[in-house]
């Protein structure tokens, strides 16, 4: 069972990568496990920077994953904090919503990740 729960989160987190990336580069940044030559990149994991706030989540060793949330003014963290993933989403959807209202490009990005 427990062998299903992390193989389940590396496809979470492996799906989250390749939506995000597809439809918010400009935004994203996906951190991967392995070599360029190895068969297998399992995403380690995804940094979303939007204003002054980066929305982090990865697996840890263990396999669990862990949502972060930084506060960031001109490139210097100010302040990091661990949230759950529930929160992670919700926040994240949050700013991308805002995003997507000040920009109709961004709205069109947006409009792909959710498609």
């Known amino acids: 069972m427990l062998s299903n729960v992390k193989t389940d989160l590396k496809t979470f987190l492996d799906a989250l990568a390749i939506k995000l990336e597809g439809s918010l580069l400009d935004y994203t940044r996906v951190t991967r496990q392995g070599s360029i030559f190895s068969r297998e990149r399992p995403v380690k994991e ?5 204003g002054e706030y980066q929305y982090r989540i990865g697996r840890e060793k263990q396999g669990s994953l862990v949502a972060v949330r930084a506060h960031a003014v001109r490139g210097i963290v100010l302040k990091t904090e661990q949230i759950s993933v529930d929160q992670w ?3 994240l959807s949050e700013a991308l919503a805002q995003l997507a209202s000040r920009s109709a490009q961004s709205r069109s990005a947006l409009e ?3 498609l």
């Not at 995804?46 to 939007?50: A, E, I």
């Open 89 to 91: 989403i919700d926040e």
């Open 112 to 114: 792909r990740f959710l």
């Open 46 to 50: 995804v940094v979303v920077s939007l």
